[in-house]
């Protein structure tokens, strides 16, 4: 048995079920060991579409994913989709074939392209030492949450392992829950019992401790609201605000703004989810709850950080909390909703508004679904106006804010959580850039709706330079049949125009779903969306 078989069996042992990548010399004896060792390889049409697959796959079924690619150019195809994920704390290991001499035509330093992303490298140098390392790579991923590159120089990969018998390979443990200090929780057990308008926002870290988190909330009287990538945590609770940030309506807004009382649980309180720090009242106290010593107050000034596991820091603090107050409670919520804000539609016989395309998409939809949205102008509609069942009904690949990945967001998606409609909400700009993922989606057979909010621009550049008279010939475009190229990829497709051409939607979820359906929405383009100009300070 060669390296390359015993990295790629190693790997398929150690967990990873699930491998997205392209295929070329390099790569090819690794991916078919992985295959031969029991994990599924999808092949996509570019590597940047099957990193983003692999980090989608990971967020939302919990588990380590791989990408593999070819040395050298494959993985410079993928390192958009790596930095996401990288910045993005997804477990997620990137094989990769290597060259090591300067020489040759596919060399690159591909440590130095990991680390400037943020990813660890980490290389298979030997023969003797290829399973340990294999197995150290899933290990970091899986225990300290990080996207590891994998490299496997093209030399080595052609020794023979030594004969002696192959210990037994098994995944990794999980990563160990962190045990709060008792002095910080006896800290954070007086700021709460103190507080008269406690605010809990859950983020990423909070993801699966839903429980925990109400019944402290219930004690001591918080409202409750989510960071972009935690939606609907807590779908259904009646004291409910939805997402803090950008995406927050006018209520939910004012209602974090009151409080006394900020605690992040498992959120970095960035700029997106505090609105660069003006939904934090100037009297309040702000603190944060984290696993990772290092993410305390990186964004923003904390009065208390607590090092500890989300669930057991706040099972700990309502143990010592004692008797139940009304908190933030007293207060009337009224309506935190975006559906409630009143808007005047100005769709045109031409063009759909994006909110009333919206509003309608979530009335058409079935419950059960799992939502990606690409970046762009267009993205706060969908975001807020489709509501999830849980906080695996949104995979928000926004990281690194770029155009072009919803679609490969949604495949690694719908692979993962396979009981749910899957659906793809991109502009028209991310959806050029990814066509050539529209074959992967025919080619699986999956039954995802894909929304194209069409403007024929890049909206964003349109609306913050436009004002300043600036030309925008760069940023505009002719209209282009999107649903003409998706019938040429095999999909079902309708233009909407109006509300009544989304009866197409309705016939096609009343229908077998046997081909994926394309709706190129042609939407009306003449405002900013309300979120653009924070997202422009945030550059």
């Not at 505090?274 to 904390?302: F, K, N």
């Not at 998706?486 to 125009?497: C, D, S």
């Amino acid at each position: 048995m060669n390296v390359a078989v015993a990295v790629g069996r190693t790997l398929a042992a150690a967990g990873v079920r699930q491998v997205f990548g392209v295929i070329g010399s390099g790569n090819f004896h690794l991916t078919n060991a992985m295959v031969a060792g029991g994990a599924r390889f999808v092949a996509a049409r570019h590597e940047g579409g099957a990193a983003t697959m692999a980090d989608a796959y990971a967020r939302m079924s919990g588990t380590v994913a791989a990408l593999s690619v070819h040395q050298g150019c494959g993985l410079t195809n993928a390192m958009t989709g790596i930095a996401e994920a990288a910045k993005s704390r997804t477990p997620m290991v990137v094989v990769a074939a290597e060259v090591t001499e300067p020489r040759s035509n596919f060399y690159v330093d591909q440590e130095a392209l990991a680390r400037s992303v943020g990813a660890v490298p980490v290389r298979v140098t030997s023969a003797e030492t290829a399973v340990a390392e294999a197995l150290e790579a899933v290990a970091t991923a899986v225990r300290e949450r990080r996207t590891v590159l994998l490299n496997v120089p093209l030399p080595v990969q052609a020794l023979e392992i030594p004969a002696a018998a192959p210990a037994a390979v098994s995944p990794p443990p999980s990563r160990d829950a962190v045990v709060p200090d008792a002095a910080e929780v006896d800290a954070l057990t007086d700021l709460l019992r103190r507080a008269e308008r406690p605010v809990f926002v859950a983020g990423r870290g909070s993801r699966g401790r839903r429980q925990a988190l109400e019944l402290l909330a219930d004690r001591c009287g918080a409202l409750l609201a989510t960071s972009a990538v935690a939606h609907g945590l807590f779908r259904g609770n009646p004291w409910s605000l939805g997402i803090s940030g950008g995406f927050a309506s006018p209520r939910t807004a004012e209602l974090i703004r009151g409080a006394d009382l900020v605690v992040g649980w498992g959120c970095a309180l960035n700029m997106w989810t505090m609105r660069h720090g003006q939904l934090i009242g100037p009297d309040a106290t702000v603190v944060q709850v984290d696993d990772d010593a290092s993410a305390l107050g990186v964004h923003r000034e904390i009065q208390l950080g607590v090092t500890g596991d989300v669930e057991l820091t706040a099972t700990t603090v309502l143990d010592a909390f004692g008797e139940q107050r009304v908190g933030y409670r007293a207060t009337e919520l009224g309506s935190v909703s975006w559906r409630d804000v009143a808007f005047d539609d100005e769709s045109t016989a031409a063009r759909i508004d994006p909110r009333t395309l919206s509003i309608v998409l979530d009335d058409l939809l079935p419950a059960e679904r799992v939502i990606a949205v690409d970046s762009g102008n267009f993205m706060g509609y969908p975001s807020v106006c489709l509501s999830v069942p849980d906080e695996n009904g949104l995979c928000f690949t926004q990281a690194f804010q770029s155009v072009g990945l919803g679609l490969a967001t949604a495949i690694g998606a719908a692979l993962a959580q396979p009981d749910r409609l899957p659906v793809a909400v991109l502009g028209d700009g991310g959806a050029l850039m990814s066509a050539a993922e529209l074959d992967t989606v025919r080619r699986l057979g999956l039954p995802m709706l894909v929304v194209v909010y069409n403007d024929d621009a890049y909206g964003a550049e349109v609306h913050h330079f436009g004002p300043g008279g600036h030309p925008l010939d760069t940023v505009t475009f002719p209209p282009t049949d999107i649903a003409a190229i998706a019938r040429g990829y095999g999909f079902e497709a309708a233009t909407v125009r109006t509300v009544g051409d989304l009866s197409a939607v309705r016939d096609w979820l009343d229908g077998p779903r046997s081909a994926p359906l394309l709706v190129d929405a042609k939407v009306v383009a003449d405002h900013p969306s309300w979120w653009l100009e924070e997202a422009f300070r945030g550059h």
